[in-house]
């Protein structure tokens, strides 16, 4: 059975390479002449992609529906050792496909499939029923704001957690934030942490980041890890102990793709049994590793540990 299950923002993302040297005879918009294609996963299927690239057990709870797109994500999540656990809905399944100029660099184009659908009783059935059986040491909420994540959805998986000794851990957005008091730990970023205190602008530093954590875990009854982007990260726990951890120091302007990682090693390093403490400093190092990568990445096993 797997330790982790995660729910479920998830999506494809497509990449299509080219030179756009040819002129466009119908259009003063490039022409893209296509060298290559990649497709990979993102959102949530991006944080399950990499707890399993680092050979541990995961299960991906995930609305689709049952098209080609569909049938891709689920390739991909078999190719990468995901065990997934699909809910059908009728709307498409979310992709977004990118058009890049291969010489350049530069991306030309994105277009987005998604549309929105409400969530019915019977689909937070079905997760009960998949947490039933797969009996998870850790719930992994991962929240992108669409529409997926709901307060009934939330309550039912909070009510299983509680009865069953699990630990939930939320990549968590401002809007749904009340969903969330007294799950095991939450992980927004700075800006996104702003916006939960109703804070609009303030310093990113060590005193208002303790003064406000020290505010949001006793309001909240959870554990806290803020993301800061070049500044790394802080943890503070529901008993007010702080730990400022930053990673090494290297000159790192965008660090918008190390997050799935992030979230990822942590919910894995405390299924390894490390203390809470430790579990943030080996996400650190994993975001510090992956940050380096293109686009969408993963980590792998052999670089979390030789590194």
């Not at 809007?175 to 927004?188: A, D, G, I, R, S």
């Amino acid at each position: 059975m797997s330790n982790i299950v995660i729910i479920w923002d998830s999506m494809i993302d497509k990449y299509i390479y080219g030179n756009t040297d040819k002129k466009n005879p119908e259009s003063p918009m490039p022409l893209l002449k296509v060298e290559k294609k990649e497709i990979r996963l993102w959102w949530a299927s991006n944080v399950a992609n990499n707890i399993a690239q680092l050979n541990w057990g995961v299960t991906l709870i995930s609305m689709v529906w049952d098209d080609i797109n569909w049938s891709l994500f689920s390739t991909l999540c078999e190719w990468q050792n995901i065990n997934l656990e699909k809910i059908l809905m009728k709307s498409p399944t979310i992709t977004k496909t990118r058009f890049l100029d291969s010489q350049y660099k530069q991306q030309l184009l994105r277009v987005d499939e998604e549309t929105y659908e409400k969530i019915s009783t019977d689909w937070i059935s079905q997760v009960k029923t998949i947490l039933k059986k797969e009996k998870p040491d850790y719930i992994l909420i991962s929240d992108y704001d669409k529409w997926i994540i709901t307060e009934d959805l939330v309550s039912m998986v909070k009510d299983y957690a509680k009865d069953n000794l699990v630990k939930i851990l939320v990549d968590i957005k401002p809007q749904n934030l009340e969903f969330f008091h007294n799950v095991y730990l939450v992980k927004p970023n700075f800006k996104e942490f702003c916006e939960m205190m109703g804070i609009q602008w303030m310093e990113n530093t060590d005193e208002n980041i303790a003064k406000y954590g020290k505010e949001f875990t006793q309001k909240y009854k959870t554990n806290i890890v803020i993301t800061r982007g070049w500044k790394w990260s802080t943890l503070i726990t529901i008993d007010w102990n702080i730990h400022h951890i930053p990673s090494e120091e290297r000159k790192v302007f965008d660090v918008t793709w190390a997050w799935d990682t992030y979230i990822a090693t942590l919910t894995y390093a405390l299924g390894k049994w490390m203390d809470i403490t430790d579990a943030v400093k080996l996400a650190n190092k994993a975001s510090w590793i992956v940050v380096w990568k293109v686009w969408t990445a993963s980590i792998t096993k052999e670089e979390l540990w030789i590194e």
